[in-house]
Structures are given as C-alpha cells and as structure tokens.
C-alpha cells in the first residue's frame, strides 16, 4: 500500500486527489472532467443511494425516469432558468456515424444532423415540467412526489473528482403541490431528510439555511441548503431544496382544476444531493495516514487478518476467525476475512487502514492460547486487546461509538473553526488567515455580497435558519442588518 | 380506469402500446425515441433490479461507474466492433450555449467546438478496457468482476416502449480474466444467473443457446443469449452474455503478466440485460383485462378494498383491513390498503385489475358478520370467500401459487408453440401461419441464413446449448447439418 501522499498541512489539495485515487475511490477517464467511479468507491457511493432512497420512500416518494436529452428550446422557457444556469452544457447536434472514406475509422455523418440539438441535461426541471403537464389535470392528480437517480453533465473547465466533475451522479426530485405552503413545507421536510442522512449517516455536522437571492437556483423563488465545514477550513455545500414557486408550471402551463372548481397554476419543488456527498465524506473524516468511514457507510466495517507463520497455524487461526466473522453478521455487521497468503500482515495492517476499515481484527497463535483479539480502530488508531467471547457485543458497540464519535469530532472541529466578525478588519483577517464559517453582519444587498467575494473570495454560504435576530451593522457597509449570516470560502 | 383498448386478437401491437400508457408504465417523450419510466414502470425495474443485483454479488461481482462519453477514436480501435456495431449514436459536438443575440432563447456556441467529438455510450467496452489497462498489471489484479447500471443511448427510428427505444436502462458486466477457460466459464455463468432470473422471478421460460455467427455481438467470439417466446408467436432476446475472446484487450493494448512470468492480453466478457425486460415481462402474462405481474416483481402484492355504503361500516372495515395487511406484512408481502372515499369499490377493482395486482381482497359487511374476506386473484380471475383466521397463510400460499402458474402457463404456450419444420414448404408455412419458435437444420452458412430471413423475415434465434445431434438436411439449402437450431420471427 503506497502511502507516498502529502499530509494534510503539506498540499490539503494533492492530499485529497491522491487520497482519492489510492483508496481505489476515483479516477480520471480519457474523457476530459469526466471520473470512473471506482468498485470501493462505488460501494460507498451505494450505501448512500440506499439510505436516501429509504428515507426519501419512508416520506412519501417514488422513483421514475426522464429522458437524458432535454430539447433546447426547453431552456428558454422559463427566462430566470436559462439567464442564471451555466450554459456550459454538452451539446448533441448529430445522431450518425459513418465510416471515414479515407479508411480511418468513424467521422460524423454530417447528413444525420438533428433540427433541433438536444442538451445532455444538467438538471431536468424543464424536462419534467414539460412532462407534468400530461400528468396534472385535477387537485385529485396532486401531490406528484417524485424522485430520479440520474446523471447530468455541466461542463467544466476546472474539476476536481468528486468535488466538481463534468459528468456526475445524483439524485433529483421533483414535486408538484396544491398550495404555496404545502410546497414549502415539502422543500423544508427534504432538507430534513438531507440533514439527518448528513449527520447520521455520513457523521458530517451541516447547517440549515437559505440562500442569498445571488446563490439561488436559476428559477427558484428560495433555495434551501445544508452546509458543511472541511478540514482546511473551506464550507461545502452538499446538498440544496429549492422551493420553485409557480415559475416552472407558468413556464410549461401546467394547471389544475382546484377543489373550489379554478383553474390554477401547480406549485413546484425541487432538490438534489450528488456524488459530491463522496467528497464531503472523505474530507471530514480522513486524515494522513488515509481515508477514515464512518461505520454506517463502509462497505466492510470489521476486517480480520490472520497472523501466523506456518499454513498449519492458519488453519487453527481460520476456524476462529470464520467463527467470529459469523457471529458478526449475526449483528448485521459487514466483515471481511482476509487470509490471502499473497501479502503479509503488515501490509494488510496498511491497506485496511488507508482505506478507512472503521474496526481491524488481528488473531494470532498467542491469541489462540489466550482466547483473545487484537482490535484496532481507524478512528483513533487505538489498539486494545479483547477476549474472545465478548468481541461480537464489543465490536458492535464500537462501531456506534466510532459514529457516534467522528461527528462529534467534526462538529467540534466546526465549533473550534466558527468565528465571529464585527468589523471589516476582523472579517478580512479570519477569512485570510483562519478559514472556516464566519458570523457577520451584512446589510441585504446583492453589492455588498459582491465585493466582499471580490476582496475576500469568501461568499454568503448560508443565512441559517436557526439564527436569531440582533441589530448590528453590516460588516462591509455599515447599513443597519438584522441578522448574521454566514460567509466562507467554499468548494 | 379506461378499458378500451384492442385486444390481443384485434391488434396485438396496439394492445401492448396502449397497455403500457394506460396502466402508467411509460409513455413518450418530448425528445424523439426516448420515453419516460412512470413512477408503477420504475417500480416493477426496481425490483427486477434489486434481485439481479443481488444474483450479481452473490457470483462475486462489484459495481462501478464509467463515463456517459466515449471519444470518437476509440470506436475505430476494435475493427470487429466499429464494423459490427450500429452506428446510429448521439454525437456530442460543443459543450456551451449561449444567449442568441437576436434575444430568442439560446443558440449553440459555434466557439466551443469539441477537438474531438464524444458518443453518448451505446455500450461501454471501448472506455471500459481502455480504462482496464491501467487496472491490470499482473496476474493478481485478475479476475476483475465488475459491472455497471447505467443508460445507453443508441439512435433508433422506429421506437417501441421498453422493447426499443434511443435511451434505455440496463446493466452491463464486463469482466477481465487470466484464460480463456475462465472467461467462458464467467460468460456462461452469468447465461445461468439470467435464466434463474427470468425463470424464477419474471416468470418467463427461455431457451439458452448461442448466436449465429451473423447475430454475434460486434467484437464478440461467442454470443450466449437467453431468448423468450411472446403470445404473439414472435420471439424475444431477454440477455446477451459475450466471450469476447482477446479482442479488446488486443485493441486497447491491456496485458498482464502471468504466473510463469509472460506478458499475455487479457480475456474479456461482457453482459447485459435492459429495460427491455419489462416489454418481455408485460407481454408474456398480461391478458386483454389488461396487465398481469407475477407476485415476485409486483409492486403491491395484495390490495385490499373496502365496501361500504356509510362511513361508520368503514371504521369497523378498516379495523378489520388494517389488521390483515398488518398480519401480511408480518411475511413480508407487500399490501395496500385503499380507502380513498373519492373512488368507487367497482372503479377500484378495476383500476388493480387493469394494473395486474395479483391479489385482490375485498371486505363489505356482511364479511364482517361471517369473518370472511372475498379473494380474487389475477391470472385466473377466480374468487373464493375465505376465513379471515385463515388469510394470511392463505394469500401467503396464494401468492406463490400465482408465481408457479404464470411460469407454467407460458412454459406450455411455448410449447406448444414451438414447432419442427423438415422442409421448406413446413417452414415458411409454420412462419406464416402458426408464428413460434420453429426448430429446423441449418447449414451453418450466413448465406443460408440470409437468405431465410429475407425471404420469411425469420431468423436464427438461437443455437440451443441443451439441442441433441442429429443428423439431417438444411431446411433451405438440402445441405448436410447435425443440429436443429430455432427460427423465428423476433421483436
């Protein structure tokens, strides 16, 4: 297991890619900012779909498909969407291929041009309103509650795996209420559910907010947000809920008949988390000597490696181990027992802990004598020695405490990383010189916001929704404000 | 619910369109060829998903992710495949829109043209193998088992729901290993987890063979197929599972080096079932009443209707209602219960027959008084009044029953739809006139074959593994052949 990687105070940036790239996550492809999601990366990456599908069906959704391609007179429909969205999308013009008459392979048949080019899509609210629009004709036909895992593409100049890719995988629901409040309060329940899967699943502490109106949806009346903080001190967003208004039912006229007989526009919501979430995980938890999971999420959460000499001792060893690994699964707890003869323990030992086995297990002739297991966690490379009849109790008591204990570690590291400002000076040195969220005042205006990202790159993350108000003075201007948001440089 | 729709007799075609938009399984799109998956469609793949899945690991593969884009130059690598392969594929050919200066909507920008232009992903072993060389170095990198859900695009003009559209879902395998013996063994071991899926949840009976030469997937040294009979006598091809010999690794240059030290390619598979799956399953059971599923890939298993004439005789029908779906879920079925008031019970009925839920009960009051519950099933539209004491292991039985019949009712429709044909007078009247799978001698010429399909429309479905020798003369051609293959008529 190569561990030549810089350590996190070193290069935060190379420490992460090669992170990525030797724990076997992530690559990149022959097809410029587009990644390979690699099997152990992948796993995660399932575990994640898995859980939010969970939660996502245990509130009321269901799954559906729409088309890939999205006409491109779509995008004008509805004017805030095509002015605010990036227009870096891949464009498809042909739909043929021929053979190259001078005898080199394929050229575009230029004959088999469409009339009109269709747009790989990079969200699909105009593809699915264009589709409601058949669904939708009475309040009998509301709420539409439906979700789509799906890939989307949003060129990109500079990528990072995970964090900012061409291509990337994610989930996008779409609904369709009746009222105004209820669509709200559809956009505020899948925050939610975003907040709890981030906590409780990933381990990642995140804020509630909304958005400032510069870092809204193109076409969202409000977007919601859950905001995490990384190691370095820059803020991610992991995951945005759109309250969408009537803009899109407008834009694709869609109406119903309500329960007082009137025809009327359908409102709408939209929300996603992508496999940027991959990117959140990893720089949370992980450290330099590799990547750190949090049990709920690790596709193998205890590994067992044998240690002997000779091939009778692993024999002896083995009927322990598998013993062991049985009464594991019992518990529901994913174990791997690793009794390959092609690498030593020691190199094991490396490999599982590079990539963030929350639990090691090592047995030896030693621990035959004395019924005992050697137990390791990722977390805090704490080693301990267990009797043998209590490990499947213990280890399945650790493995709550190790993700009980990494989010309290990463909220801690929040707290520690969370400042104050009240003068611009203040702002300016915190930002420059200490990273993480910081606390100001900030008096409204799209201006301000501006020119604090141009002096500082740090922009408004998230005006939280639990702040309380306080009269105080905006950071930049001084105009009266009434409430603290927060701003950081983000990914 | 709105029956009138054909039956199978009067149009078979349009039955099958119209069954698959009025019972909410897909429809068409804004976008050409591409169709969108209703939420009860989604809900029926997701199943068929989650046990193929499952059969997947359990054989020892993993998931990952490839890129959506191919650059155009890989297609040309693999002489067989860009020969072979249909090259009706979406083009990519700019990565940027812009605000058209007219101010009507966006226009490409001609500024932001691809050096190379990139295919939406027709089928992925040209990125995969190019992506495998640097995976595979020795022989303990191999064997690589991976596969990928994902969608596929590929140019159609005449489309059809499920059964050929331009983008479809589906599953693709493609594995690496040491020999050649591996390799087939891989291929026909995944020809095996095909069959048991079909058979055992979809409940479709399959014939597993090989291809002709001229049916072969492009690039492939052998094709296995599992290939199904549909009631209108036309055959389907359910799964592919390729050996594809050395050829991409010789393409894509991926060697290893041996346990005796040598520097060999690589043998390769590939695999892949699609949402073409769904147009297999509807039209094997579905029935001129309208969808018919088999319990293991229903969505709702049992519904259960309420009676009633005034509301108060609800309440004491959903104590009792909510008691049975409570007991059924108790083994793990997957109940409804329908009390909206703004349906009626006959309007209810029909809705879950329509959409082929194989289970109906229905409770009034006078089943209160007797403690009975009346129970329908689908496939028969038989009724029996049973004890309510009794239900659950009743409906438990039931439901698997429903799975053993359908399997059965289509095993015998296949055969007796399958036919021997000794001369080509009993051949092209069997094609014409009876439909079904025809089991014929054939030469083992592409020109015979040609020719047959030419002049019959009929071809060579497959080459049964399970066939006996047995000598005889080519039903076109009078030459000398040793096995029957089957013909027919294919979707």
């Given at each position: ?145 439906v979700n789509q895992w799906a890939n989307v593409v949003r060129w990109e100049m ?334």
């Amino acid at each position: 297991m190569a561990k030549d990687f810089p350590t996190r105070e070193e290069n935060y940036a190379q420490w992460y890619n090669d992170l990525v790239i030797k724990a076997d996550l992530a690559e990149n492809s022959a097809v410029r900012g587009c990644m390979v999601i690699k099997p152990y990366g992948y796993a995660i990456w399932e575990r994640m779909q898995g859980a939010l599908d969970q939660m996502f069906k245990d509130t009321g959704h269901v799954n559906a498909y729409f088309p890939l391609f999205i006409p491109k007179s779509f995008f004008s429909k509805e004017a805030a969407h095509v002015e605010g969205f990036a227009k870096e999308c891949a464009v498809v013009t042909h739909y043929r291929l021929k053979n190259d008459p001078d005898g080199k392979g394929v050229i575009v048949d230029e004959d088999a041009k469409l009339e009109e080019e269709l747009i790989v899509r990079p969200t699909s609210e105009t593809i699915i309103w264009d589709t409601y629009r058949n669904w939708i004709q009475s309040y009998r036909d509301l709420p539409i509650l439906v979700n789509q895992w799906a890939n989307v593409v949003r060129w990109e100049m500079r990528t990072r795996l995970f964090l900012r890719t061409a291509e990337f995988l994610w989930q996008e629901g779409h609904t369709a209420h009746e009222t105004r409040e209820e669509a709200i309060e559809e956009t505020e329940k899948i925050l939610d559910v975003y907040t709890r899967f981030a906590e409780e699943w990933m381990a990642v502490p995140v804020l509630q907010g909304t958005k400032s109106p510069n870092e809204r949806f193109a076409g969202a009346v409000e977007t919601y947000c859950i905001e995490a903080l990384m190691q370095d001190g820059k803020a991610l967003q992991a995951g945005t809920s759109h309250f969408l208004g009537q803009n899109f039912a407008k834009a694709f006229d869609v109406k119903f008949l309500s329960k007082e007989n009137k025809l009327e526009h359908v409102w709408a919501t939209s929300w996603g988390v992508s496999t940027r979430l991959m990117g959140a995980l990893i720089m949370s938890h992980s450290d330099d000597n590799g990547l750190v999971l949090p049990p709920k999420l690790a596709p193998t959460q205890v590994v067992i490696v044998p240690i002997y000499r000779k091939l009778e001792q692993l024999e002896e060893i083995s009927e322990v181990a598998l013993k062991i690994k049985k009464d594991l699964e019992k518990h529901g707890i994913r174990v791997k027992y690793d009794d390959r003869d092609t690498f030593k323990p020691g190199w094991k030992f490396s490999e599982y802990e590079f990539k963030g086995v929350p639990i090691r297990l090592a047995i030896g002739p030693r621990d035959l004598e004395n019924k005992t297991v050697e137990v390791a966690r990722r977390d805090t490379l704490e080693k301990e020695i267990l009797h043998i009849e209590e490990i499947d109790i213990k280890v399945k008591n650790l493995l709550d405490q190790i993700q009980k204990k990494l989010y309290q570690r990463a909220l801690n590291f929040r707290e520690n990383n969370t400042h104050v400002a009240n003068t611009w000076e203040e702002f300016k040195d915190l930002i420059n010189n200490q990273g993480g969220f910081v606390l100001a005042h900030w008096d409204g205006t799209a201006e301000t916001e501006e020119k604090i990202k141009e002096e500082t790159k740090a922009t408004i993350r998230t005006i939280p929704l639990d702040m309380k108000k306080e009269n105080g003075k905006c950071v930049y201007s001084g105009k009266p404000s009434q409430k603290r948001v927060i701003f950081a440089r983000a990914y």
